[in-house]
């Protein structure tokens, strides 16, 4: 849980050498943002392109907000009985890591849809199916994590 609340800082910053390696390209567009590509790296079916969606900067982006969210929610102290009384947060294992597999799997499937990329099945990228099944493993996880402490996320709370 601990390793996969910095995982998307060290991703965001990872993303970067995508830039310098003109990797992870996304479509052709006029946007603003858009990065000025080489001829030499452009992609073969886009060489009359010379601007593209600079994918890497939205999932470096993305990564920081998520390593925000996972560090925030580790981070944050939780009150206890009384005025002014705060204690560490503990929470259930796995739940970060949790946390992380839903956060980052819909990062990247979002992502995927700027990124030049062939449809591996019904219109998807095969980086947006194992996004999907990154989805469904951090569900499962949080299921299995509120099975281990007794709840459920539909039965939280006091027990009747």
Do not use: K
Not at 70 to 94: I, K, S, V
Request: include cysteine; charge should be positive; charged fraction near 15%.
């Amino acid at each position: 849980d601990q390793l996969l609340t910095v995982l998307p800082l060290a991703q965001a910053v990872g993303r970067w050498g995508n830039f310098i390696n003109r990797e992870l390209l996304g479509y052709p567009t006029r946007l603003p943002w858009a990065v000025v590509v080489e001829p030499a790296y452009r992609p073969a079916a886009y060489a009359g392109s010379a601007t593209f969606h600079p994918v890497f900067l939205y999932e470096s982006a993305a990564c920081l907000a998520l390593f925000g969210l996972l560090w925030q929610r580790a981070a944050r102290p939780r009150a206890t009985a009384g005025p002014g009384r705060l204690r560490p947060r503990t929470l259930p294992p796995g739940s970060q890591a949790a946390a992380y597999l839903m956060g980052y799997g819909l990062i990247r499937f979002a992502v995927e849809f700027v990124r030049i990329g062939e449809p591996f099945l019904a219109g998807l990228t095969l980086a947006q199916w194992v996004s999907l099944l990154m989805v469904a493993g951090g569900w499962g996880v949080t299921r299995w994590a509120g099975a281990v402490r007794g709840t459920t996320p539909e039965r939280s709370g006091p027990r009747a």
